[in-house]
C-alpha cells in the first residue's frame, strides 16, 4: 500500500508558466488536502475537499486552484506561477473532513518559480 | 477560534537525556490534538493524537504526551532521545471547521546531540 503519492518530487518552473501537481491516495479517503510549507510561516492549508466532486478554500488559496473527479485523485494547478509560490507543497487525505480524523501526508513536491 | 502555541522554535538535548517539546492550546469546545513529526526532507508522519479518551497518550518511537485542560496544555515527552529523533515537530489542533479543519503550530525542531 502506497499511502499517498506526489508528483513531481521536485520542479524548477519560470514565471508564468502553467503547473498541475498531481496528487493520488489508495487508502479510499474521502477528505483530501493541500498545503504549501513555507519556512518561519508552517503549514498553511491551500485547498480541500472533503468528499469527491466538492472542494473548498483554505486559508491561503488565491492563485490556486484544485479538482476532485473522483476518490483518489486531487491535483493542484498554479495558472501562472508566480516567485512568491516558490514552495514546498504537500498532500493529505483522511478519513473524514472536519479535523476529526488524523491526516496522512504525501512526501511532498518542491517548487522553485524563477 | 482554534489555535496552538509551540513555545520553543528549537530545542537541543543530549542523547539520552529526556526530550520536553511544549505545546499549548486554544478551543472553544474540547478539541483533538496531534503530534506530527517531519524528518529533513520528508512528508509529516503521526506521532500521537489526543481525541478525549485518555489524557496520557502513547505514540510512536517511545513519544508521549499528556493533556492537560486545566493548563490548555498537550507539552510532547520521551525519556531517553536518540538521534534519531532529531527532527521538527508540529503541534496540531482540530477545529471542526471546514477550511481550516487542521491549526498547525510553527514548529519545533528537535537537535540530539551525541
Known amino acids: 500500500i502506497a499511502g499517498i503519492t506526489q508528483a513531481p518530487t521536485s520542479q524548477i518552473l519560470a514565471a508564468g508558466r502553467r503547473m498541475t501537481l498531481r496528487c493520488t491516495q489508495d487508502m479510499r479517503h474521502n477528505a483530501m488536502y493541500w498545503y504549501r510549507q513555507d519556512l518561519g510561516l508552517g503549514l498553511r492549508l491551500i485547498h480541500y475537499s472533503n468528499t469527491a466532486g466538492t472542494t473548498g478554500k483554505g486559508e491561503v488559496p488565491d492563485g490556486y486552484s484544485v479538482s476532485r473527479a473522483n476518490t483518489d485523485d486531487f491535483p493542484l494547478t498554479l495558472a501562472s506561477a508566480v516567485p512568491s509560490q516558490t514552495s514546498v507543497y504537500f498532500c493529505?487525505?483522511?478519513?473524514?473532513?472536519?479535523?476529526?480524523?488524523?491526516?496522512?501526508f504525501g512526501p511532498g513536491t518542491r517548487l522553485t518559480v524563477l | 477560534a482554534q489555535s496552538v502555541t509551540q513555545l520553543d522554535s528549537h530545542v537541543s538535548v543530549s542523547e539520552g537525556t529526556p526530550v520536553l517539546l511544549r505545546c499549548n492550546y486554544s478551543?472553544?469546545?474540547?478539541?483533538?490534538l496531534f503530534w506530527y513529526v517531519q524528518h529533513p526532507n520528508k512528508g509529516l508522519q503521526l506521532l500521537l493524537k489526543y481525541t478525549s479518551a485518555a489524557t496520557l497518550v502513547k505514540g510512536i518511537n517511545g513519544f508521549e504526551a499528556e493533556f492537560k485542560k486545566s493548563e490548555t496544555s498537550f507539552h510532547l515527552t520521551k525519556p531517553s532521545a536518540h538521534m534519531s529523533d532529531a527532527a521538527e515537530y508540529f503541534c496540531v489542533v482540530s477545529t471542526r471547521s471546514g477550511n481550516t479543519p487542521l491549526v498547525f503550530g510553527k514548529g519545533t525542531r528537535l537537535s540530539v546531540i551525541a
Open positions: 493529505a487525505s483522511s478519513e473524514m473532513g472536519q479535523g476529526y480524523n488524523e491526516q496522512f
Open positions: 478551543s472553544s469546545y474540547s478539541p483533538s
